[in-house]
């Protein structure tokens, strides 16, 4: 299984493109094809393969749209959501607006988590790195569930 690791500083320019790492752009080559969805989440973005994205939409429609939750869900997350593939240079258009959502205006973090991708704002991302890593122990069960 391919996957998306590592951090990576990089800024965003003025139209909203953002170069790729090359690692993660071979990951995407590789094995999706170059073609992937953006949407929102709790204040960042994120960047998922277009067969990881097929299995969410999937499992979303399943779902009963009577349910409020469900609406909710499919109104934040699903609607936010956005084709996008690479463009010659190696960089993706982040709608503008995603780009405010994120508070994506000059430096960012792109950070691999696997199986997707997170685009922060460079600032929020430090803050979160900094209470994950003030609070470790809170991770401690997790952590010795698989075996660290």
Known sequence: ??????????????????????????????????????????????VFPYEEWKVIEDKV?????????????QRFFMSGAVDCSFDSQGRILIP????EYAH??????????????????????EAEMKKTSDNLEDYSEYMADIGI
């Open 104 to 125: 994506l205006e000059k430096d960012i973090v792109i950070a691999g988590m696997l199986k997707v991708i997170e685009i922060w704002n460079r600032q929020q991302f």
């Open 1 to 46: 299984m391919s996957v998306f690791r590592g951090q990576y500083y990089h800024t965003i320019d003025d139209k909203g493109r953002i170069i790729f790492p090359a690692k993660l752009r071979e990951v995407f080559a590789e094995k999706y094809d170059n073609h992937m969805v953006i949407t929102n989440l709790s204040g960042y973005l994120m």
């Open 96 to 99: 503008p607006n995603l780009r």
């Open 61 to 73: 429609a399943q779902k009963s749209i009577i349910d409020s939750k469900v609406r909710g869900f």
